[in-house]
């Protein structure tokens, strides 16, 4: 029988050591074919002084981009700790606030809402389809100000992928690290036209970069 693992087994310690250098150095630009810059510049477009990250990794993109300000206000939010506590360490010259949650579930902690939350690669590690785990963007209307912005990119398999890429999106899907078996480009317009006013999309290799607003 083939166990998935949870998101906290997956994004332990000894994993997070590896996670910049086969992730955002390798398989970005070679396997998925969304070089980190293209990310990483996507983030400095849409971040502001007042912003939460949900799926926080190791925290590369907070401790890398340029905050609009000197003191941001950073919220760090995963359902795995070892997440929270690498990311804390390594943009700790912030003083970041940590929610250990898990983002398909209700927020009940009270938060002072954000003015954009990003969430990057974390679409496509949620199980569900489309319409289940894009239940994420109704969770966080609650902890995002009026007019406030959601970012992120997202991986789907995609025809013009290479067969390595394929074999290894099989299986992440197999082992419970990704879910994105039925994820698509439509799939996600769809809901973020049904929880925003306004979105925009756009597709780079396997990554879809996606942005909603009220
Ligand atoms: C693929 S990593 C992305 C890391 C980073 N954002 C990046 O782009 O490199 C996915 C992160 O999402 C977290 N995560 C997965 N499922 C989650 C959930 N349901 N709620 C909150 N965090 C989750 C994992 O613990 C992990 O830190």
């Known amino acids: 029988m083939n166990k ?3 998101q906290s087994q997956i994004y332990n ?3 997070l050591k590896f996670y910049d250098l086969t992730v955002l150095q390798i398989s970005n630009q070679f396997i998925w074919r969304c070089p980190t810059k293209n990310l990483l510049d996507f983030f400095n477009k849409h971040i502001t002084s007042n912003h ?4 926080v990794g190791t925290g590369y993109y907070l401790d890398k981009c340029i905050f609009p300000s000197k003191n941001p206000r950073i919220g ?3 359902i795995s700790s070892g997440s929270i506590k690498a990311t804390q360490k390594r943009i700790n010259r912030y003083s970041p606030e940590s929610y250990h949650q898990n983002i398909l579930e209700e927020i009940t902690a009270e938060i ?3 003015q954009s939350i990003s969430m990057n690669y974390l ?3 949620i199980p569900g389809n489309m319409d289940e785990k ?9 902890i995002l100000l009026p007019h ?3 970012f992120g990119s997202t991986l789907i398999f995609d025809e013009n992928q290479n067969r390595i890429a394929k074999k290894l999106m099989q299986k992440y899907n197999e082992k419970g690290i990704f879910y994105n078996y039925h994820d698509s480009k439509e799939g996600l317009e769809k809901n973020l036209a049904k929880y925003f006013n306004n979105f925009e999309t756009q597709k780079i290799g396997s990554a879809i970069l996606f942005l909603g607003q009220n």
């Open 4 to 6: 998935k693992l949870t």
């Open 13 to 15: 310690e000894f994993m």
């Open 52 to 55: 939460l990250d949900i799926g």
């Open 76 to 78: 760090l939010m995963d």
């Open 112 to 114: 002072e809402p954000f």
């Open 123 to 125: 679409i496509h590690c």
């Open 134 to 142: 894009l239940k994420i963007f109704e969770n966080v209307q609650k």
């Open 148 to 150: 406030g912005i959601i």
